[in-house]
């Protein structure tokens, strides 16, 4: 299925997108990675979800990305003798370890690993941010604390605590298991969440063992100083802005992911830029003009993806959310502003073989009558490096495996087209040629151009660039063997 835009459309299935009728409406309107929350759903109901996308993708003859998103660990109060506790600006609030509901003046926190890592002026934030309270002294199983913005707190309220790196692997055992599960089930991405060291990465990979790429997701203080070295073992990031904002000053939000949308291009790595994104279009068939802006800048930054959460998992408008993000994406990408904004942007960092070749594609496809660039790709590596041009024209990705054209479903401007195994440099420029014809990208007057790499069927082999015609003819009459 043809996209006719660049930036790709990320939805989360839940309640509201679980049948076939609607996963399939949600792809043909436009979604082009369904997002499976392992923090809901049974095993059973997130094997029901993959089956479907599967079936959709297999109907519609359209490689679909499908994005396992693990919870990670939850770090909550425990319960109140009375359900809630309203907390007073300048009161004093105790946490502990006390297997004792909790009042006014205290409440278990059943996280001991919290207490270790706590010092006298840390601050912990209690219900997505509304309370802060201020740490006074702390011991191995207490904090006392000062309430600095107060309000009402009530049973498993969740807590951040963003002025420590805390001594908690990003996997819990649950993680774990969902993690063997959909690795098994055969997920394309893993969105792992509460990353704050690159040591977190390397246990999801480890894990993972090439069976699906790892997304870290950048949701942490923590994540963010150690974004490059995280970077470069990740395979993808999410700019994860829910509770990046609780943690941080959320004036500070906007620049760091501008900051971090560019250096993931930079590195020809997926970012995803998500949370609340059309949130208010949950209950309404609406956005509001913040909420169309805010989808906006983050395709003038340059994101490779834009994410719905609850909008299409239990909104009302699932399939008006994913038709709005599709209009606002092709707006901004008709402005010539926008065409100035990714060339300003572009990396001049050339340090390969394949580096050249797609940067010499970009720029001869931008300075003669070209349709489309077709790479062939194996490990999908190509592809990153030529969406990384950000050129004018479509990118056409050849591949013969199905998992890597599944994982390009996330890449910027990518179409991915399946092929037999080629062994013949000219029968790759044939088939490009036939793919970009019947996908009306050009026509049989029309020149493409080819980038692959002999050997054929070898990963980081790159070193070809022809330019071609798109009849076979002529193919045939003047090309190669």
């Not at 904004?341 to 050339?350: C, G």
């Not at 479903?409 to 490009?432: I, P, Q, Y």
Request: net charge negative; charged share 25%; hydrophobic share 40%.
């Amino acid at each position: 299925m043809r996209r006719l835009r660049n930036v790709k459309i990320v939805a989360t299935l839940g309640p509201s997108s679980s049948s076939y009728e609607m996963i399939r409406a949600l792809h043909e309107a436009g979604a082009d990675v369904f997002r499976l929350n392992m923090s809901h759903g049974s095993h059973e109901e997130i094997a029901e979800r993959h089956k479907i996308i599967r079936q959709v993708e297999e109907d519609l003859d359209s490689p679909i990305a499908i994005l396992a998103d693990l919870q990670g660990p939850k770090l909550r109060v425990d319960v109140f003798a009375n359900g809630s506790e309203d907390l007073q600006e300048g009161a004093e609030f105790r946490l502990d370890l006390q297997d004792t509901p909790g009042d006014a003046t205290r409440v278990r926190l059943p996280h001991p690993e919290i207490f270790a890592a706590l010092e006298p002026g840390a601050h912990l934030l209690v219900n997505d941010g509304k309370i802060r309270l201020k740490v006074k002294d702390c011991g191995a199983d207490f904090a006392n604390c000062v309430v600095v913005n107060g309000g009402t707190v009530s049973n498993r309220k969740g807590v951040n605590v963003p002025d420590v790196v805390l001594p908690l692997a990003a996997l819990s055992k649950k993680d774990r298991k969902d993690l063997e599960f959909v690795c098994e089930l055969g997920v394309d991405w893993l969105a792992l969440s509460f990353v704050q060291r690159v040591e977190d990465v390397y246990e999801a990979r480890a894990l993972a063992n090439g069976r699906a790429a790892v997304l870290s997701k950048i949701e942490k203080p923590a994540a963010v100083q150690s974004f490059d070295e995280i970077l470069k073992v990740s395979d993808g990031i999410m700019v994860a802005r829910g509770d990046l904002g609780v943690e941080l000053p959320v004036q500070n939000v906007p620049p760091i992911q501008k900051r971090l949308v560019r250096k993931c291009r930079a590195a020809a790595k997926p970012v995803i830029v998500a949370t609340q994104m059309l949130e208010s279009m949950i209950e309404s068939p609406m956005p509001t003009r913040a909420e169309v802006s805010d989808v906006a800048t983050a395709i003038y930054e340059g994101s490779d993806a834009i994410m719905l959460s609850a909008e299409s998992a239990a909104g009302a408008y699932p399939i008006e959310a994913v038709t709005t993000m599709h209009n606002v994406a092709m707006e901004v990408e008709s402005d010539p502003t926008y065409i100035e904004v990714m060339e300003a942007s572009r990396s001049a960092k050339r340090e390969s073989v394949a580096d050249g070749i797609v940067s010499a594609a970009r720029e001869i496809a931008e300075t003669t009558d070209i349709k489309a660039i077709c790479c062939y790709t194996q490990s999908g590596t190509t592809a990153y490096l030529t969406a990384r041009e950000r050129p004018r024209v479509p990118i056409i990705a050849m591949t013969n495996q199905r998992g890597t054209a599944r994982k390009l479903a996330l890449s910027w401007g990518t179409n991915c087209v399946m092929t037999e195994e080629l062994d013949r440099f000219k029968m790759a420029v044939v088939n490009a040629a036939r793919a970009a014809r019947k996908q009306d990208y050009a026509t049989e007057e029309d020149q493409i151009l080819v980038t692959a790499g002999v050997p054929f069927n070898t990963s980081g082999t790159t070193n070809i660039l022809r330019v071609a015609p798109c009849n076979e003819r002529l193919i045939f009459n003047t090309d190669p063997e």
